[in-house]
């Protein structure tokens, strides 16, 4: 999304109050979902109750009210607004009827009650299937004017997202164009189009049997043998379990993905340095707090930073360098810790 300001709504300012009946602040939050909806069922409210004189009943339609008014007192897009009040008729939290070009509006607060809750935002997606794909004579049939939604190819991080972004002009259809294989699907919420791809490796590994298994908390001697790189992450998640250190299954999802990331010697340096933060000091398994996230000590690789242990009884630190000897060291210990694993393999064929 754009992060220049949104323009100040250009509607006109007045006084007095629009009231709310209090039994209907109860359906408020399983009724209404996101700003959208939220601020339009606020100035649908605030039509209706306008100055008037002592006595007269309050109005029971609303003015004409277009959806370009809508979107600039919620300060979002006028697609935006269309699916919000779309969904808010069809569920019948607001009735509308058609005034000229705009719609005049009605809250029922008197059936709110009796409404069911809003549908989840929750997409339950099934197994991945074969998208269809263009012909050769569609994908040559001449094409219009081409717009770029990005100046420049972006990256996200494994298990990232990125921020909505407006669209240069209005689509309504999707398509997908890939270098290599990978699983995506797509789903829609707000007004916001959301596509979520993953690569080959990684959607045939979450497909195969027992993937649910993989992302419960594990024994220390759980290992995963289905790649080179990937066989040795039991050592870097071991070395957390050992001093009493577990992550939640996202975590250690977000690590196995850094994790393949890095070649075998920074994989096993990594593996020392949790060793090293543990047996020195600087991670205290009774203040879990102060202790780094697995894929976060592996995207920052934070190995290479000296460890810092914590003070000793005496309130003097121990000084730990690690030097160009110290790296150096564990490397080899990588190197040779690399070998020992290569020669069992080369043992049990």
């Known amino acids: 999304m754009s992060t220049s300001p949104l323009p100040r709504p250009e509607i006109q300012r007045r006084n007095g109050f629009a009231p709310l009946p209090n039994e209907c602040l109860w359906d408020w939050a399983r009724l209404a979902s996101g700003d959208a909806q939220l601020l339009s069922i606020l100035f649908i409210n605030s039509e209706i109750h306008v100055f008037r004189k002592k006595g007269d009943p309050p109005l029971k ?6 959806n370009e008014e809508l ?6 897009t006028v697609r935006a607004i269309e ?15 058609k005034a000229g070009k705009a719609y005049a509006y009605q809250i029922p607060w008197e059936t709110w009650s009796e409404l069911p809750d809003r549908p989840s935002k929750v997409v339950v997606l099934g197994e991945a299937e074969p998208a269809e794909e263009e012909s050769e004579d569609e994908a040559k049939r001449p094409k219009g004017q081409v717009l770029a939604v990005f100046s420049k ?12 972004k407006d669209l240069p002009a209005a689509a309504g259809r999707l398509q997908f164009e890939a270098e290599s294989e990978i699983e995506f699907d797509a789903r829609m919420c707000d007004g916001i189009l959301t596509i979520r791809a993953k690569s080959e ?4 590994r979450t497909s195969t049997k027992g993937e ?5 908390f594990r024994n220390p001697d759980t290992q995963v043998l289905d790649s080179k790189h990937h066989s040795n992450f039991h050592l870097f998640e071991t070395a957390w379990l050992k001093h009493g250190i577990n992550a939640a299954p996202d975590d250690w999802s977000g690590a196995r993905a850094a994790w393949l990331e890095l070649d075998t010697a920074q994989q096993l340096a990594a593996v020392k340095g949790v060793h090293d933060r543990f047996e020195q000091g600087e991670y205290d398994p009774k203040e879990p707090k102060w202790i780094h ?24 630190d121990v000084m730990v360098f690690k030097n160009a000897a110290t790296v150096r060291a564990a490397h080899e210990w990588a190197e040779k810790t690399q070998r020992e694993i290569d020669a069992k393999k080369r043992i049990t064929k």
């Open 61 to 66: 339609w609303t003015r004409a009210i277009s």
């Open 212 to 216: 649910d298994k993989r992302n419960r």
């Open 153 to 164: 190819p972006q990256k996200v991080r494994a298990g990232g997202r990125t921020k909505p």
């Open 293 to 316: 996230l697995p894929q976060n000590y592996l995207r920052k690789k934070l190995w290479m930073r000296p460890v810092r242990p914590r003070k000793t009884s005496g309130g003097k």
């Open 71 to 76: 979107a600039q007192f919620a300060r979002c």
């Open 201 to 204: 490796e990684i959607a045939k």
């Open 83 to 97: 699916i919000a009040i779309g969904d808010l008729t069809v569920r019948k939290v607001i009735n509308r009827k």
